[in-house]
């Protein structure tokens, strides 16, 4: 399934299943339409936090796969819940035809550009089987969006500390937290390309 048309610009991650089209972007909020196909999930398969956003779900159609904070349960169409920033959570495809969900997070911060990294790495084959850069890239982009993506049970304070001393040695290595290649535009900007 793709995302709707007119939707915005689309973005896609072949190993994880995910598919975000950008319906708004403002400094306050990013909201997307994402997509998980069948045996899709969130990038990193395992719990993740957002340390300074609050990330609200509303399941359009699927079945979505849910677990905060420990507690899992599926999502169904018409459900709404939010995650609060520091919440452990994480989100898969919990049954046989695509979920579709708007996402919003907020504020936006440059969640928009992890993704493009994220999805554009994965497209290029550059990513393990859960969606995750080597040691070297991951470690420059941990340092780079650390107010909007860190991995649950494992300290904060420590990937923080991990990142700031291995990022440099990636970004000597050619890694960088952005590419050019994968960037998407803005909905505006998508919307005046078409005109």
């Known amino acids: 399934m793709s ?40 990038v990193g398969k395992v719990d993740h936090v957002h340390p300074t956003q609050t990330e609200r779900i509303a399941v359009e159609r699927g079945r979505l796969g849910v677990r905060i904070d420990g507690d899992e349960w599926t999502a169904t169409p018409g459900t709404k819940f939010a ?33 493009e990294t994220l999805f554009g790495l994965a497209r290029e084959g550059k990513t393990n089987d859960w969606g995750l850069p080597g040691p070297l890239q991951l470690a420059v982009l941990a340092d780079t969006y650390r107010e909007e993506f860190a991995l649950a049970r494992v300290p904060v304070a420590l990937q923080r500390t991990l990142a700031s001393l291995a990022a440099p040695i990636g970004r000597l290595a050619g890694r960088r937290p952005r590419y050019p290649r994968f960037a998407v535009r803005s909905p505006a900007e998508f919307a005046a390309a078409k005109e």
């Open 83 to 115: 995650v609060l920033p520091e919440t452990e959570h994480t989100i898969w495809n919990d049954g046989d035809e695509p979920v579709r969900t708007e996402i919003e997070l907020r504020p936006a911060l440059e969640s928009l550009a992890f993704f």
């Open 3 to 42: 995302p709707r048309p007119g939707a915005g610009p689309v973005i896609a991650n072949p190993v994880t299943g995910e598919r975000v089209a950008v319906r708004e972007r403002t400094d306050a909020a990013l909201r997307i339409e994402y997509v998980l196909e069948p045996g899709g999930f969130a």
